[in-house]
């Protein structure tokens, strides 16, 4: 039963670390990975995606008045921007409602490490979702679109939506870090943009700083089909700034720091 | 300091109520060593302290004489159960088991030993672990924290919800480890469980440790107890065949002596005995009994009896 044998070579009373290597990030981000892939939850929202967008696209074909690529990839963004969040979110809050935080915490007590392995799982399936839209919405305009179909497509357009969806799950992701609980962090995620859109909005002395300060008016241009001015590219980066980056260095901060248990 | 767990005045206070004093003790290699305490007493604060988990307000442990977060892939080193429940309800128990053994690098082959090893193969393993019982749990997490092929173990609390099968399975287990020169900490609100499996002994109380020592140490009830008929004759006999005994304030004796010298030293002066049995007090059964009794653990911790 040599299964369960301590380290043989290690002299007694030894513990050596001198051959240690620390876990790489890479394998932090498979581990990441599988794990949003083998738990129902996890599963069925990645399959809701992959259904939802496809769905879309299905219904473009049928009613659109104008069957272009960009339409069709516009299509995509409602229900990526839906669901996105909430993949972004689980991703962080299933380990605080599970407590597998206090297994995972401690395989790797580099805590930073495992949140920046998330913050990459996340991307990586948000970039996903975002090739399996764009391969659908050029198949769908091939078969479907108008002659001019790609007349108004660009690089940067598809550039501006993939930051969309990149925006949308690390969102998401964010509100998970600040909750830490997947009920409060998923209303909170569409609740509060919207309520502060709406206040910034009836509040005329509020008008100038909205698109500095809010990102659905901030996003509202990245869904347009317009190239982006550089102003409101940075619209787009303050918003971020202060919707995005903030509240993960305060989320982080908070985790680096707690009682896991 | 080598595969010793130490915990150097270690203190973690919440708010106003300090869940753990200033506690100090070592696990050694090739040991069991039992946590003992009763619920509450600050033996899941201490363990976490020792993985990092919780940040003590005060003091450190160490593993090995490194800090378990300075530990490079500590899973490799360190087997830790903390809390069997602590697991995702909707991964079976193999996929557990795959999620850590993909963390610390050791590949699926080990996954299916491990599962062997704790009887946990074939369809259980299938299982969610939503429908394992905590004993299944407790099995499971026993196989994570030996998926690294640790040389220290820390488990909190691992007999729990195990049948007295289990227990012992767990018992020969954890023996074997230690006998190849591991070193086992392990918790637990019962002392029963504790003195089956352990070589060692803390006993925690408030917070506080309370008596450490080996089994044999702690389980010792030293000395003699005698109440007899006539005191003056008995100290008289006593002091005869050159005995030493102090009164124990209710008509009876407390002697470092053998009951059975008392027994002939009486007999032998003709002094009749009311009671002759082992002393109590410095038995382990006694103090934890005290410990666990609300009223009581005032007394006890103010004391901080040392064996
Ligand atoms: N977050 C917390 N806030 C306040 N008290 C706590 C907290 N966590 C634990 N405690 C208290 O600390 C004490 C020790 O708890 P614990 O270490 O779990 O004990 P044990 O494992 O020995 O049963 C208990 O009285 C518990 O109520
Ligand atoms: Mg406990």
Do not use: C
């Not at chain 1, 995972?104 to 996903?128: C, D, I, M, N, Y």
């Not at chain 1, 998970?176 to 002395?205: D, E, H, Q, R």
Request: aromatic share 6%; hydrophobic share 45%.
């Amino acid at each position: 039963m040599n299964v369960a044998t301590p380290h043989g070579s290690v002299a007694p009373g030894t513990l050596d670390l001198t051959a240690d290597k620390p876990v790489p990030f890479g394998r932090l981000v498979k581990v990441e990975l599988r794990k949003m892939l083998d738990t129902r939850a996890g599963l069925w929202l990645l399959i809701s995606i992959v259904l939802l967008t496809g769905l879309v696209l299905v219904i473009f074909l049928i009613n659109a008045d104008d069957k272009s690529f960009v339409n069709a990839m516009q299509a995509t963004a409602t229900p990526q921007g839906i669901l996105l969040p909430v993949l972004g979110i689980l991703l962080v809050t299933s380990e605080w409602s599970q407590r597998t935080a206090m297994v995972t915490f401690t395989l790797e007590p580099h805590r930073g490490k495992v949140l920046w392995s998330k913050v990459t799982a996340a991307v990586l399936l948000g970039l996903a979702a975002v090739v399996l839209a764009l391969v659908v919405a050029s198949a769908v305009t091939a078969v479907g679109g108008t002659s001019d179909a790609w007349h108004d497509a660009s690089l940067q357009l598809v550039l501006q939506y993939v930051v969309l969806q990149l925006l949308s799950v690390l969102g998401g992701l964010v509100f998970g870090l600040l909750f830490l609980n997947t009920a409060a962090a998923i209303v909170t995620s569409y609740a509060l943009p919207i309520a502060f859109s709406i206040i910034t909005s009836l509040v005329s002395s509020f008008h100038k700083v909205q698109p500095w300060v809010d990102p659905g008016t901030a996003q509202t241009p990245l869904q347009s089909g317009e190239i982006l001015s550089g102003k409101e590219w940075s619209h787009v980066i303050v918003t971020s700034l202060i919707w995005v980056v903030l509240p993960f260095a305060i989320g982080m901060w908070r985790v680096l720091r707690a009682e896991v248990k | 300091m080598g595969r010793v767990i130490t915990l150097e005045n270690v203190t973690k206070r919440y708010g106003a109520f300090t869940a753990v004093d200033d506690v100090s003790f070592t696990a050694q290699p090739g040991r069991v060593t039992g946590f003992l305490g009763p619920n509450g007493a600050g033996k899941s604060t201490s363990m976490r302290v020792m993985v990092g988990l919780t940040p003590p307000n005060g003091g450190r442990a160490t593993i090995g004489g490194h800090l378990y977060s300075q530990i490079p892939n500590p899973a490799r080193h360190v087997g830790v159960l903390l809390d069997a429940s602590a697991q995702h309800a909707g991964r079976t128990g193999r996929e557990v088991l795959r999620i850590s053994a993909d963390t610390m690098g050791v590949g699926p082959k080990r996954v299916e030993e491990m599962l062997e090893l704790v009887g946990l193969s074939g369809n259980e393993a299938k299982r969610r672990v939503r429908n394992y019982s905590l004993g299944m749990r407790q099995r499971l997490g026993i196989a994570n924290a030996f998926l690294g092929d640790p040389s220290v173990l820390i488990l909190d609390e691992p007999v729990n919800g195990l049948d007295p099968a289990g227990i012992h399975w767990m018992r020969g287990l954890l023996r074997q480890f230690a006998s190849q020169g591991g070193t086992v900490l392990l918790s637990s609100h019962l002392l029963h469980e504790v003195e089956m499996i352990a070589d060692d002994m803390i006993l925690i109380g408030r917070g506080k440790i309370v008596a450490q020592g080996t089994k044999a140490e702690l389980l010792q009830t030293r000395g003699t107890y005698v109440k007899p008929e006539d005191p003056a004759a008995l100290l008289q006999a006593l002091q005869g065949a050159g005995v030493e005994a102090i009164p124990s304030g209710d008509g009876g004796f407390r002697s470092e002596a053998e009951p059975i010298d008392i027994g002939r030293a009486a007999a032998a002066a003709g002094v009749v005995l009311i009671e002759l049995k082992p002393a109590e007090g410095a038995g382990l059964e006694e103090m934890f009994l005290q410990l666990t009794s609300d009223d009581a653990r005032e007394s006890i911790t103010a004391q901080g009896v040392q064996v």
